[in-house]
T-cell receptor, first 117, second 111 residues
Framework: DTGVSQNPRHKITKRGQNVTFRCDPISEHNRLYWYRQTLGQGPEFLTY????????KSRLLSDRFSAERPKGSFSTLEIQRTEQGDSAMYLC???????????????FGPGTRLTVL | SQQGEEDPQALSIQEGENATMNCSYKTSINNLQWYRQNSGRGLVHLIL?????REKHSGRLRVTLDTSKKSSSLLITASRAADTASYFCATDNTGFQKLVFGTGTRLLVSP
């Protein structure tokens, strides 16, 4: 069990550029979540996948944001036309499906820190 | 938006002392969870308490939940320098584990 991994760990980009982040969940976990955390705040929910289906999106996720989980394994989060307000830590988490032990615990990755200049 | 607020925002204690953090939330919940975050290990799940439970223990951690007051507390006993971190409460009120985090308590434990 290598845990949840995220790449890249840091990303610096200029305003207006597109960026894409990747999350690899724990292999047997069907549920995958994206959160955003700004300095001094707790993480805020962005979106949730059950296998490859995206079941909920936060109002925080504007049209410039898109997330995919094409084969129900890894996920990508893309931000188009980045703005300085997008600067934050983007966290991915996964959890086991219902019926398995510790199903309500989420396992977080180390995050991708985005800086938009 | 943040569901809960932790109190205090920051707490500084000496090793061996107990640390108590409080969390208040706004809506009914399925469960409440506490997470720890530090720069070395990211966000780590500590303990989960369900809405029909009032108290739970895990090692040096004790969590209470008062659903009538919409509040929870986390007690860390015999604190260690390694407990230095930010502590967040998170509520699940949807059943599919969409967690809503509080604002966090920054704990500093000095040797």
């Amino acid at each position: 069990d290598t845990g949840v991994s995220q790449n890249p760990r840091h990303k610096i980009t200029k305003r207006g550029q597109n960026v894409t982040f990747r999350c690899d969940p724990i292999s047997e976990h069907n549920r995958l979540y994206w959160y955003r955390q700004t300095l001094g705040q707790g993480p805020e929910f962005l979106t949730y996948f059950q296998n490859e289906a995206q079941l909920e999106k936060s109002r925080l996720l504007s049209d410039r944001f898109s997330a995919e989980r094409p084969k129900g394994s890894f996920s990508t989060l893309e931000i188009q036309r980045t703005e300085q307000g997008d600067s934050a830590m983007y966290l991915c988490a996964s959890s086991p499906d219902a019926g398995l032990a510790r199903q309500n615990e989420q396992f977080f990755g180390p995050g991708t820190r985005l800086t938009v200049l | 938006s943040q569901q809960g607020e932790e109190d205090p925002q920051a707490l500084s204690i000496q090793e061996g002392e107990n640390a108590t953090m409080n969390c208040s939330y706004k809506t009914s919940i399925n469960n409440l969870q506490w997470y720890r975050q530090n720069s070395g290990r990211g966000l780590v799940h500590l303990i989960l308490i369900r809405s029909n439970e009032r108290e739970k223990h895990s090692g040096r951690l004790r969590v209470t939940l008062d659903t009538s007051k919409k509040s929870s507390s986390l007690l860390i006993t015999a604190s260690r320098a390694a407990d230095t971190a930010s502590y967040f409460c998170a509520t699940d009120n949807t059943g599919f584990q969409k967690l809503v985090f509080g604002t966090g308590t920054r704990l500093l434990v000095s040797p």
